[in-house]
Nanobody, 130 residues
Framework: VQLQASGGGLVQPGDSLTLSCAADAQTLEYYAIGWFRQAPGKEREGVSC????????????YYSNSAKGRFTISRDSAKNTVYLQMNSLRPEDTAVYYC????????????????????WGQGTQVTVSS
C-alpha cells in the first residue's frame, strides 16, 4: 500500500493541527495505521496507532504517553484516509511525522509502538514555535 502524509505546518504553542494519511488501497480497513515522528538528533518515536477495524483488535488505538489526552487518531474508510488530530501542541512536538501501514494490528514492543511496519509514507514537517 502506498501512503501520502500531509497537513504539517508551522503553528504556535497551544494550536491544533490535523495530519492526514491517504492510502491508495481500496481495502484500507485491513491495515493497521501508525503515526511516527522523528525530531532532529532523536530516534523515531511511535505516536499513535489504530488497528484494522476488521481484525480481532477491532480498531483499537494506541497513544504514546506524550500524545495521550492531546492527540486523536481516526479513520475514514470511505476516503481511505487516517487522521491524526493534534491539540495543545508544544515545541517538543516539533518533528517530521510519518504514517505507516501494516496488516491488521499495531505491533507493539513492550509498551511502545514498534516501527516494524511494512509500508511508509513520506514525512510531513510539523513545527511548533512562537
Amino acid at each position: 500500500v502506498q501512503l501520502q502524509a500531509s497537513g504539517g505546518g508551522l503553528v504556535q504553542p497551544g494550536d491544533s493541527l490535523t495530519l492526514s494519511c491517504a492510502a491508495d488501497a481500496q481495502t484500507l480497513e485491513y491495515y493497521a495505521i501508525g503515526w511516527f515522528r522523528q525530531a532532529p538528533g532523536k530516534e523515531r518515536e511511535g505516536v499513535s496507532c489504530m488497528s484494522s477495524i476488521i481484525s480481532a483488535s477491532d480498531g483499537n488505538t494506541y497513544y504514546s504517553n506524550s500524545a495521550k489526552g492531546r492527540f486523536t487518531i481516526s479513520r475514514d474508510s470511505a476516503k481511505n484516509t487516517v487522521y491524526l488530530q493534534m491539540n495543545s501542541l508544544r515545541p517538543e512536538d516539533t518533528a517530521v511525522y510519518y504514517c505507516a501501514a501494516d496488516w491488521y494490528t499495531c505491533t507493539m514492543k513492550g509498551d511502545i509502538l514498534s516501527p516494524e511496519f511494512g509500508s511508509w509514507g513520506q514525512g510531513t514537517q510539523v513545527t511548533v514555535s512562537s
